[in-house]
Structures are given as C-alpha cells and as structure tokens.
C-alpha cells in the first residue's frame, strides 16, 4: 500500500541473495566454532585413545572404565581381550576398549616437583 512496487521488487531480486547470506551466515560461524571447540578436540582425544589401547602390553598398570586398577599379565594379538591381574593370584579377562587409562609410573624427581607445585 506505502511501497512502490518498484521498491518491492529490487528487494527481492538482487537484495534479496545479500539478505540470504547474511542469515545463514551465523549459522555458519556457530558450526566452524562448534568444529573447532567440541568435534576436532573429540576426536583427536579417541585417535588418542585408539593408540593407546594398540600399544598395549604385559606389565602396564592400568585402569577400566570400572575404575579397576590391574597389571597386564597377557595380551591376545588379534583380540580384543587382555588378561589383568588385579590382585596377587587373581586375573581376570577384560575387554581392550573397557580400558580407561594406562598408569605411568611416576620417577622420584617428578614425585618431588610434584609435591613443591
């Protein structure tokens, strides 16, 4: 009724792609940010994760996922199970991806700098 159809139409014609842009836009910088802060740090914590579980073997101290602290007393190549020892006398067989951690012993120094931090 106030506008000119003139008006109207260059708004939804050349204007009308800037417009788009600049909504989808945000949306596009939410998703980069969102790479960047959440996906790319997950995922290089489970390639992470992967190489540890591969580099398994007899003696490490670890801990499940069941918050169980073990030595490995076995690794099966080719399986996905490993045999713990998590007491003297008693071994159990967990699964290579219930691991949670492998516990690296700490030397004296370290212990000592540790302590003063």
Not at 50 to 60: I, P, V
Not at 62 to 69: P, R
């Amino acid at each position: 009724m106030f506008i000119s159809p003139a008006y109207a139409q260059d708004a939804a014609g050349a204007g009308g792609a800037a417009a788009m842009a600049m909504q989808i836009l945000p949306l596009a910088l939410i998703f980069v940010v969102f790479y960047f802060l959440l996906i790319r740090p997950q995922q290089k914590k489970m390639k992470e994760h992967r190489d540890m579980l591969g580099t398994l073997k007899r003696s490490d101290r670890i801990v499940t996922a069941g918050g169980i602290v073990g030595t490995i007393t076995k690794v099966k190549e080719g399986s996905d199970e490993i045999e713990v020892e998590i007491a003297p006398n008693v071994r159990v067989t967990v699964v290579r991806g219930t691991i949670g951690s492998v516990v690296r012993p700490q030397a004296a120094n370290d212990a000592a700098v540790s302590a003063k931090g």
